[in-house]
């Protein structure tokens, strides 16, 4: 079977949807960047042409997060993934405490490197519930002494996501935001570092985007030296680099630049969120208008705008409605192979259209069959 591109609605959680607009723009400028006769694929990291792509990228990227002067942006490899090692090796003391909020097994994750490397503590964890809640900020008492705190901004694989993202904590916050980044307002300065891998809402796989605050640099390096770490896993070794120590990603950081630029084009943070909210309400009141036919698996209140999951009432009807979709071009509506059931991701480059599509599938199918 072959289809159109406009056939498609990419409900992938990532590698996941991006912006026709941006495709368009990388696909015209291929063959010859700017005029200088190279592919952005093509040229050396060290160019000029290269280094002002970069820089194009991060003023964006600054722009669009309205990112503090004192945060470095740095652009590194290894996924969301590696982050989960370089946070405790560059801002664990070895035998230091820090605290692990966990919401999901992304933050498992995070927590299970942070175990190799020193003492991290378990601060809250909504696992006992099936990871359908967050905890309240409220609630959260970091150890005296805690190095800081890691959360999990949204649970790609659960359908959770932190409502308020504002702590009030006096330790330093060090964010997850693989999941949710760019997909609504916040204050950046209210989290000593940030990470999330690209491939959702700002960009391809292969760049990671980390903020750092420039300040809680030199701890990292005093850390790193104390603990010997290769030059690849020093965040201050990428900050003094400028994210060029080595060769880095570079058509993966053009890209970014180009989807920073679209999101700013579409009106910014709060106008991502709006629409956000819009294309998520739809497929929510498919799933509370159905009188239980489909089960969302968040609790209301700690419901995720960018991934939606729910369960049908068994695994037969399941593959049903996933085969049926994917015929009507509804396609990555698969729960993550971990949990299983319907997952809709619906990151900003999602267009409202393809949430009506999904929402008149869903009403359908619950027709037929319920
Ligand atoms: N954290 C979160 C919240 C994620 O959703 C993911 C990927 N789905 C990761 C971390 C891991 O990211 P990566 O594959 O880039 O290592």
Redesign the pocket.
């Known amino acids: 079977m072959t289809n159109a591109r406009q056939d498609v609605c990419n409900f992938n959680?990532?590698p996941a949807a991006l912006p026709d607009e941006v495709l368009q723009q990388a696909q015209a400028e291929l063959l010859n960047w700017g005029g200088c006769g190279l592919s952005v694929l093509e040229m050396s990291h060290r160019s000029k042409e290269y280094e002002g792509i970069q820089a194009r990228a991060e003023e964006a990227l600054r722009q669009l997060l309205d990112i503090p002067d004192d945060y470095r942006v740095l652009f590194l490899q290894g996924?969301?993934?590696?982050q989960f090692a370089m946070v405790p090796m560059n801002f664990l003391p070895s035998g230091g405490v820090a605290d692990y909020v966990l919401t999901g097994s992304?933050s498992e994750k995070a927590l299970q490197d942070a175990q190799r490397l020193g003492q991290p503590r378990v601060a809250a964890s909504t696992k006992e519930g099936g990871y359908r809640t967050i905890p309240s900020w409220r609630d959260l008492q970091p150890a005296p002494g805690s190095a800081y705190v890691h959360i999990?901004s949204?649970?790609?694989i659960e359908g959770t996501q932190w409502q308020d993202l504002a702590h009030g904590l006096t330790v330093p916050v060090v964010a997850?935001m693989?999941?949710d980044i760019a997909s609504r307002p916040f204050r950046v300065a209210d989290y000593h570092l940030i990470y999330a891998?690209a491939?959702?809402n700002i960009g391809p796989?292969g760049v990671?985007v980390v903020l750092v605050r420039e300040s809680w640099l030199q701890q990292a390096e005093e850390i790193a030296n104390q603990r010997n770490l290769p030059t690849m896993l020093r965040y201050a070794i990428h900050a003094k680099n400028k994210s060029l120590y080595n060769t880095p990603p570079t058509f993966a950081v053009y890209l970014v630049g180009l989807v920073a630029e679209w999101s700013l084009r579409q009106g910014g943070l709060s106008a991502m969120a709006e629409r956000n909210r819009a294309k998520a309400n739809l497929i929510y009141e498919a799933i509370d208008q159905s009188h239980g036919f489909y089960q969302g698996v968040a609790e209301p209140s700690c419901r995720s705008l960018m991934n939606i999951t729910f369960r049908l009432a068994d695994a037969e009807l399941e593959a049903k409605f996933l085969q049926e979709a994917k015929t009507r071009g509804l396609i990555g509506l698969g729960g993550h192979r971990s949990v299983g059931g319907m997952r809709a991701s619906l990151y900003n480059a999602v267009p409202y259209e393809a949430c009506v599509r999904l929402r008149e599938f869903m009403d359908d199918f619950r027709h037929r069959f319920s």
Do not use: V
């Open positions: 959680p990532g996924g969301a993934s590696l992304w999990t949204n649970n790609t997850d693989s999941s891998g491939q959702k796989s990671t």
